[in-house]
């Protein structure tokens, strides 16, 4: 099953393994058991610390469990771990065998203190980039903690099961039998929802933070690009984000961020972290800005509100909340979200496997789904509001030319119908005719655009009327000293480089606005010396 080049790879890994693991599968007669049995001798014959071995213990077939033996440490797999999880295997293989984790260690200590036995099973899609994130931090977990337990579950292999339970969207998390979370979610997140007096701790802990000479809100990447350039001056710099990464987090492959030719979402996020805490910059991560008040005080201070109650003061701000998700606001969308209703067709796709979907939505994501789409589904209705679709000709002749692809335009989508468990099927209003039509489907996805993240800024600063924070050419909002960058502000064009670019210059603005309204006290030198000024 492996290939050479992986085959040498995860050898070169398990050199790393200090205690011995154990592959313990259960299997049956079918053609899924064969192939894991035989990834699963591969793996064992690479290291002389792993031993593999048949029992009939788990009613999932095929699973295997990764066990230190000897101990109650186990990790289980129920599907065969390849595409995107493949890494997740061999994390797990990693850590099983005694080798330490990066994560920190006041989070290392609070998983390993949690009180109580959790069960937690993660159903995943092998092309779902949002899964490893999950299954990687309650694998973790587990091995930190016995009294965790935690079986990751291919859906697509397991089609009864995500049936009988209503999944209709990956990664969703099940915590002792009950619905516990779905979608991405970090270790921190994880521990969060688990340890309930943590957010009161952290609050504590914000409430006694010293002002910032800058403080960012949002760490996609233009927060963490601004926050970088604010560091190198070595000024006092924080970065406040509900989730580190930003959209990012949920892009699949990306082949124009320039000097790279492809890299992946979540790789980049994870480089953007690391990139932020190579310099002296105070992250704040899960931590939702609800309120920002404009320095008014004679301390010359802005504020930022958190929803956990607690406030930030800074000299300058840097806003850069990103954007979401658009939807289709109408009756039925938020009944059936992730109940056939779904935003991401890379993550839930193989959840419709053989089923009929529709994608709301002619521009280029739009499109691109439905083309992905119809690979897997038994058919796919592209619905699109204008007269034509938006997207690039290429992909339109691709689309068009799709025995089981259908498209509809000057369609308006008027109502999600379910039968209180799921999605049955869409209305909508044919624009030509004004004719009320209903198509018979098992899944909707939307594909229509980003929506800032800016609501709970209405009021404080001046917001065009799509909702996009109002900026100057130096990236300057309507009130001096708050500074805004990315894809919340009036920009054009919405992409990773841009939003660099601009979080990069809003930083120098602000460290100008610094300087000219009173002296800056520099901490120290920054952790590396640039050429330019910056
Ligand atoms: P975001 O990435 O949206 O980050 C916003 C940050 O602010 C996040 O940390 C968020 O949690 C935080 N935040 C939001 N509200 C608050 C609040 N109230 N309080 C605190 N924090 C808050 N671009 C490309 O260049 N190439 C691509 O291939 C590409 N593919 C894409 C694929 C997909 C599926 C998507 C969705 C986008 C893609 N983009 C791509 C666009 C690109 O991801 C964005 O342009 C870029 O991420 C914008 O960066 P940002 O920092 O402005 O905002």
Not at 516 to 531: D, I, L, M, N, Q
Request: charged share 25%.
């Amino acid at each position: 099953m492996l290939d050479a080049n992986l085959k040498t790879q995860l050898k070169g890994y398990l050199e790393r393994l200090t205690m011995p693991v154990e592959l313990v599968a259960s299997l049956d007669d079918s053609a899924k058991s064969a192939e894991l049995r035989e990834l699963l001798q591969e793996i064992a014959s690479l290291s002389d610390k792993v031993t593999f071995a048949e029992a009939d213990e788990d009613m999932r077939k095929p699973s295997f469990a990764i066990v230190r033996p000897g101990t109650d440490i186990s990790v289980r797999f129920a599907g065969i771990p390849m595409g995107h999880e493949f890494t997740s295997l061999v994390l797990a293989l990693l850590q099983v065998g005694g080798h330490p984790s990066k994560e920190a260690q006041d989070t290392i200590e609070r998983v390993k203190n949690l009180d109580g036995d959790y069960r937690f099973e993660t159903y995943f899609s092998l092309s779902c980039q949002n899964c490893p994130d999950v299954v990687q931090a309650l694998n973790l977990m587990s091995v930190l903690n016995p009294r965790i337990r935690h079986t990751a579950i291919d859906g697509a292999l397991f089609q009864d099961e995500v049936e009988k339970r209503g999944v209709m969207a990956v990664p969703s998390i099940f915590l002792n039998s009950l619905p516990f979370g779905q979608g991405r979610m970090s270790l921190e997140q994880i521990l969060a929802k688990l340890d309930t007096g943590a957010s009161e701790r952290a609050a504590e802990e914000i409430a006694a933070k010293k002002p910032y000479d800058v403080l960012v809100v949002g760490g996609g990447p233009a927060g963490a690009a601004a926050a970088i350039y604010a560091a190198r001056k070595g000024i006092r710099t924080g970065i406040a984000a509900e989730r580190f990464g930003g959209q990012v987090l949920d892009t699949m492959g990306i082949e124009n961020f320039i000097s790279v030719s492809h890299t992946e979402g979540p790789k980049m996020a994870a480089e953007l972290a690391a990139h932020v805490k190579d310099y002296e910059v105070d992250v704040m991560d899960l931590q939702t800005a609800t309120k920002l008040i404009p320095a008014a005080t004679p301390d010359g201070l802005a504020t930022v509100e958190l929803q956990n109650g607690a406030t930030l003061k800074a000299k300058t701000i840097v806003l850069s909340p990103g954007a979401r998700w658009r939807q289709m606001n109408v009756p039925g969308e938020a009944e059936y979200r992730n109940k056939g209703v779904a935003y991401c067709p890379h993550c839930d796709g193989p959840l419709f496997k053989g089923k009929r979907v529709a994608v709301i939505g002619g521009g280029n994501s739009g499109v691109e789904a439905a083309i992905d789409l119809a690979g897997l589904v038994s058919h796919v209705t592209l619905i699109e509001f204008d007269g034509q679709l938006r997207a690039d000709a290429v992909l339109q002749a691709k689309l068009r030319s799709l025995p089981n692809a259908t498209v509809i335009v000057s369609a308006q989508s008027t109502e999600v119908h379910g039968d209180g468990a799921r999605v049955t099927g869409l209305a909508y209003k044919d624009r030509t005719s004004g004719e009320q039509k209903t198509i018979e489907l098992e899944g909707i996805f939307v594909q229509i655009g980003l929506v800032p993240n800016t609501e709970w800024l209405k009021g404080a600063i001046e917001l065009s009327p799509r909702g996009e924070i109002e900026i100057d050419a130096r990236g300057q909002t309507s009130v001096p000293g708050i500074f805004a960058a990315g894809d919340a502000t009036t920009v054009p064009y919405k992409q990773i480089v841009i939003a660099m670019g601009e979080g990069a210059k809003v930083a120098l603005s602000a460290f100008d606005h610094l300087i000219r309204s009173a002296p800056v006290e520099v901490k120290e030198a920054p952790a590396s010396e640039g050429r330019e000024a910056a």
